[in-house]
């Protein structure tokens, strides 16, 4: 591995991320990126993407990939992010990180993605039918950072790994090419509450739009009713929350919960174990259940309203595309110059 020592890096502080388009957006993506970005586009410029690319190193039905995207641009919009501070595209609108992508697969070492452990958990005992994409996935991770020079990215914990790969790449890439300071190594966002939101049905697995189970997570676009009703049948112990904070250690599925209303309504565990310490789950999960259907009224309504739009949603990706691309074009012509490709700028 690379010297992590940070290079000195002295461009603007950005912010970027992506959410694939593949599958419904959920509770845990509103909490754990969502509500972070609102708050990050007023400190910073943000680049968020709807991770088009990233989606096919699995087969998707393309009139479902393209209807998600746009359901995904809707979700950032009615959730509060502002067209005019964060730019909003699709990431195979802007052809610089595929571009970038294929510079850094050749800075990239072998033995480095061999370590990551997405791929080995995706692909499973099949791993010579899986997708060449799958395996590099990482790779172009990395190029969409570095072609905007983001300085932070908002991650889980399973993604981690795969942002020190970036920093790698890019300490790596500055090294071989007589460039210190040319990208930087981008730090981590995953302070906060609600950075990891867990399964309704197993408190150890988290909220994920792949698992078969609809039970299992609360959708965004999902009626009072429905979500009343998937609080309700959410897995618990047979034991009454405790008085205490510490008493959720061990209790998964109870932490689970207390910690979505908790950041549902801006309050510590803590706070929410005053107040519902010593009650029983038939009191809490009807509390529970309406704060989240009360939350999410306003923003399925709007997400509706502009997936009827389409055309209001593709303006918003076609701008939030060309102010992105204006970006990383400038970062991709300044790499190709590096390595030395003809005819340089351009």
């Keep these: ?32 990126a969502i509500v972070k970005f ?30 998600q995207t746009r359901e995904i641009a809707a979700a950032y919009l009615a959730s509060g992010l502002d067209p005019k501070k964060a730019a909003i595209f699709p990431q195979s609108a802007v052809r610089a990180h595929a571009e970038l992508a294929w510079i850094l697969n050749c800075v990239a070492r072998l033995g480095w993605l061999d370590r990551m452990t997405q791929f080995k958990e995706k692909s499973g005992k099949h791993k010579e039918r899986a997708s060449v994409g799958l395996y590099t996935y990482p790779v172009l991770q990395a190029a969409d950072i570095l072609a905007y020079k983001a300085t932070h990215v908002p991650v889980g914990e399973d993604q981690k790994q795969h942002l020190e790969l970036t920093r790698d790449i890019a300490a790596k890439f500055n090294n071989d090419f007589g460039a210190q300071g040319f990208f930087p190594l981008p730090e981590p966002l995953i302070q906060g509450p609600g950075a990891r939101v867990m399964s309704l049905r197993d408190g150890t697995a988290k909220m ?139």
């Design 38 to 67: 609102v708050k990050l586009q007023e400190e910073m410029p943000c680049f968020l993407f709807v991770a088009d690319l990233h989606a096919i190193t699995v087969w998707q039905d393309p009139a479902e990939l393209a209807k």
């Design 208 to 346: 994920s739009k792949s698992d078969p189970s609809d039970q299992s997570r609360i959708n965004l676009l999902d009626d009072a009713d429905t979500i009343l009703q998937k609080v309700k049948r959410a897995r618990t112990d047979p034991e009454p929350l405790p008085e205490t904070v510490e008493g959720l250690t061990g209790r998964a599925e109870a932490d689970n919960l207390v910690g979505i209303y908790a950041a549902l309504a801006g309050i510590t565990k803590a706070e929410v174990i005053a107040q519902f310490g010593g009650q029983g789950f038939g009191s809490f999960k009807p509390a529970l259940g309406e704060l989240v259907a009360e939350r999410f009224a306003p923003v399925a309504s709007e997400m509706r309203r502009l997936m009827g739009d389409p055309a209001e949603v593709d303006r918003v990706l076609k701008d939030g595309a060309e102010r992105a691309a204006a970006v990383a074009e400038k970062t991709l012509a300044e790499t190709k110059e590096l390595v030395g490709f003809w005819p340089g700028r351009g």
């Design 1 to 32: 591995m690379t010297d992590q020592t940070p290079a000195p890096y002295s461009g603007p502080t950005r912010m970027l991320s992506g959410v694939q388009p593949s599958g419904a957006l959920h509770l845990g993506n509103y909490l754990g």
